[in-house]
């Protein structure tokens, strides 16, 4: 199977797109093309080229995090001006149920990390930032390197990881 990467488009069915958690399908169906248009996200999907279906997406946007969330062993290396510290958001991010179990959420992180990565030569990001839905997908992240965020509930991982992992 061969899988392509790319930016949401309207034109691709999304009614059909099930990962078995309401709130992810709902937001993809209903809401992820608005915010595109709004720029309040940006929506990349994994398409099976051999069905045009939708394998997953994910939803990146810019964030903030406070300076007092990130453990002290990351903050002691950050300018003390820095109260506020700009992020990347990895909103969304789903598989759909008929393209789970093939290791397709390994390789839609690691688009969205390499998006990120390239977006931060660009544009300044300390980190990328998530906040899982449930314990699963907390599981999922850990699995890939990300660390909590004290107080927050939210994970992180640093801009330097990341490009560490595509050096």
């Known amino acids: 199977?061969?899988?392509?990467?790319?930016?949401?488009?309207?034109?691709?069915?999304r009614k059909n797109f099930t990962c078995g958690k309401d709130l992810l399908d709902n937001y993809f169906r209903k809401q992820a093309s608005q915010d595109v248009k709004r720029k309040l996200s940006a929506c990349f999907v994994l398409i099976d080229?051999?069905?045009?279906?939708?394998?997953?997406?994910?939803t990146l946007s810019s964030n903030g995090i406070s300076n007092s969330f990130v453990p002290d062993s990351f903050?002691?290396?950050?300018?003390?001006?820095?109260t506020s510290l700009p992020t990347i958001l990895l909103g969304r991010?789903?598989?759909d149920k008929n393209?789970?179990?093939k290791g397709l959420g390994k390789?839609?992180?690691i688009d969205a990390l390499k998006r990120c990565l390239d977006t931060s030569d660009t544009i300044g990001a300390f980190a990328v930032i998530v906040d899982p839905l449930d314990i699963e997908a907390e599981r999922f992240y850990f699995k890939y390197g990300f660390m909590k965020l004290q107080d927050s509930g939210k994970m992180f991982l640093p801009m330097k990881t990341i490009k560490e992992l595509f050096a």
Do not use: C, H
């Open 93 to 95: 991010f789903a598989i």
């Open 107 to 109: 390789v839609l992180l």
């Open 75 to 82: 903050r002691k290396k950050l300018p003390r001006t820095y």
């Open 99 to 101: 393209f789970q179990g």
């Open 1 to 13: 199977m061969s899988y392509l990467s790319r930016p949401l488009d309207l034109k691709l069915n």
């Open 49 to 58: 080229e051999g069905s045009s279906n939708i394998a997953g997406y994910y």
